[in-house]
């Protein structure tokens, strides 16, 4: 099983910005789902943003829209997947995780994303 690898974590104040970056594979046959996700030590795992390689299609979730901004840059054989993170306040702070699930689902079923990384820790002062 192919593991994603996310970077690009770390310490900024709030009011600051983030960019999260994970090499993905992007299957010519097949539309997949690709998505950021962030889960805090004892909470459930929540979806950030996701984007539906298909058309081009972003959910972002409630408490980042406006802030946050997930793209997916093809690149001849590299093809990276982005979330640009503006206006990071403390309840950011937590780690996020890449993943790559089927075509055309959500970000709340969890089970169908096959594929995550490690995650990248992002901790966001006062």
């Known amino acids: 099983q192919v593991q994603l690898m996310e970077s690009g974590g770390g310490s900024v104040q709030a009011g600051g910005s983030l960019r999260l970056s994970c090499p993905v594979y992007?299957?010519?046959?097949?539309?997949?789902?690709m998505g950021w996700f962030r889960q805090a030590p004892g909470s459930r795992r929540e979806g950030v943003a996701i984007?539906?390689?298909?058309?081009?299609?972003?959910?972002?979730g409630d408490s980042v829209k406006g802030r946050f901004t997930i793209s997916l840059s093809q690149d001849d054989a590299k093809n990276t997947l982005y979330l640009q993170m503006n206006n990071l306040q403390p309840a950011d702070t937590t780690t996020y995780y890449c993943?790559?699930?089927?075509?055309?689902?959500?970000?709340?079923?969890?089970?169908?994303?096959?594929?995550w990384g490690q995650g990248t820790k992002v901790t966001v002062s006062t």
């Open positions: 993943a790559v699930g089927p075509p055309e689902t959500t970000m709340n079923y969890l089970s169908d994303y096959r594929t």
């Open positions: 992007i299957s010519p046959y097949r539309k997949d789902t």
């Open positions: 984007i539906y390689t298909g058309d081009g299609r972003t959910v972002y």
